[in-house]
């Protein structure tokens, strides 16, 4: 896979590998991928979503993508834990932002992100998506699940199974209710990991429940631990076409203060990267990582812990694509 990811500079002719660069120089990309404008020779694509029209309290998850593109430049190639390294199999490319031409209009902004991943799906190639807030989730399922509804793997302190919030049906709070409606997510092949915080309506992640997804609070993962909880996820989604969604508001705000509802009280990174690891062989079709909000936070840590999942999930994904494709 060398070839992909040798690139040449205008500037001194040579060949190199852009991510085996001195990582304070060159043009920020996500994990020092290369940049790529065409999909034809990309197995997965690293793509920023700069919109937060849907947060309901603090917006700021627009910057996430341009943040976490300058921390990713921390990451290396081999995962030291797992021996994975995810560019040894797969052509990987951040194919840039979406173009959102109607930001100020909620649900117009959608079709614009839903669009971009159509595009990126007819070209079977899988996404790998930072955002901007939790609703733009929901266009990319609408653009990779046109077969049949997906299984999920969610981590988050809250379900966002919510309902309409001031009139609105789509915002950061309803994405999976949305996309359970819609056909497109599978309830009953669905885990929601580290839930917790207060509420105002006893009966908030009723749909959830109602419609049969798998519902961690943190009470429980506290009690049982990572290792047991992930095991049954694994068991839940089974061998199905399988989403893992990252809200960073899933972890303590010790560790990401810069999101949009934090909640105390939650997972470590620590914990996180034991989960996501765990992932690996099960038929993974695309992830994100959201809600990473750099105005809450100016040391850019939680931008950094944004792009330190990004590069787990995408080393689960980039062992699901390999696989797909060897014989």
């Not at 070839?3 to 205008?10: G, V």
């Not at 020779?41 to 979503?49: K, N, Y």
């Not at 079977?124 to 609408?142: C, E, K, M, N, Q």
């Not at 909000?293 to 931008?303: E, I, L, Q, V």
Request: glycine residues 12%; negative net charge; hydrophobic residues 40%.
């Amino acid at each position: 896979m060398g070839h992909f990811y040798e690139r040449k500079s205008a500037l001194t002719g040579e060949v190199r590998v852009s991510r085996h660069e001195p990582r304070y120089m060159g043009v920020p990309t996500f994990l020092r991928a290369p940049y790529a404008e065409a999909l034809d020779e990309v197995d997965i694509g690293l793509i920023g979503v700069p919109f937060d029209g849907g947060v309901t309290n603090r917006p700021g998850a627009r910057h996430g993508p341009r943040e976490v593109r300058n921390q990713s430049s921390l990451m290396r190639d081999i995962n030291q834990a797992t021996g994975a390294n995810p560019f040894a199999g797969c052509r990987i490319a951040d194919l840039g932002d979406v173009a959102i031409n109607r930001p100020f209009h909620l649900e117009q902004a959608l079709d614009d992100i839903q669009e971009a991943f159509e595009r990126v799906s007819a070209a079977h190639v899988v996404p790998l998506a930072v955002g901007g807030d939790h609703s733009v989730t929901l266009p990319i399922f609408r653009a990779i699940a046109k077969t049949g509804p997906i299984g999920m793997v969610h981590f988050d302190a809250h379900c966002d199974t919510g309902d309409d919030y001031f009139g609105s049906k789509f915002h950061h709070g309803a994405p999976f209710r949305r996309a359970v409606e819609e056909g497109l997510l599978d309830p009953k092949r669905c885990v929601q990991i580290g839930i917790r915080g207060s509420l105002n309506n006893p009966d908030l992640w009723k749909f959830s429940h109602d419609s049969g997804m798998r519902v961690v609070y943190m009470e429980e993962f506290y009690d049982r631990g990572p290792r047991e909880v992930i095991a049954e996820a694994r068991e839940i989604v089974g061998d199905g076409p399988t989403y893992v969604t990252f809200d960073v508001d899933g972890l303590d705000p010790v560790y990401a203060p810069g999101t949009g509802t934090p909640e105390c009280g939650g997972m470590t990174v620590v914990e996180a990267q034991i989960m996501l690891r765990a992932l690996k062989g099960l038929n993974l079709i695309g992830g994100d990582v959201v809600e990473v909000a750099p105005p809450f936070d100016p040391t850019g840590n939680t931008a950094m812990v944004g792009a330190t999942l990004l590069y787990e999930v995408l080393c689960v994904v980039a062992d699901a694509v390999g696989g797909r494709k060897a014989p």
